[in-house]
């Protein structure tokens, strides 16, 4: 289950977790989060990453903030950038082109 209690972070998820609001408040956050964003850490995975009211989840990748997509149909998941070019069932595809275009 993931905490959004930092006295359970580790050091390094602490330190994750001050980089990710250091992208949230720079130029470098091309994430789509809106009201109510926390950070949270999930022991089973080791990640670290923003989530907003709406359980959109933001993670660094390449030294910026951005979207962590996932396919609702099969339950494949990568960060933006690469979702597209990583998907292989149409129903990924299919999914991110309703949500984002065809960027």
């Known amino acids: 289950m993931n905490t959004r209690d930092i006295s359970k972070f580790g050091h390094r998820e602490r330190q994750e977790a001050a980089e990710l609001l250091k992208l949230y408040g720079s ?3 091309e994430s789509s989060l809106e009201g109510g964003v926390n950070v949270e850490f999930n022991p089973n995975s080791g990640h ?3 989530v907003d009211e709406d359980y959109n989840v933001a993670m660094e990748f390449e030294g910026k903030l951005v979207d962590w997509v996932y396919c609702p149909d099969c339950g494949f998941e990568d960060y933006k950038p690469e979702f597209r070019c990583n998907a292989v069932k ?3 595809l299919t999914f ?3 949500r984002y275009g065809n960027v």
């Open 90 to 92: 149409k129903c990924c």
């Open 27 to 29: 130029r470098n956050d």
């Open 48 to 50: 670290v990453f923003l």
């Open 96 to 98: 991110y082109r309703e």
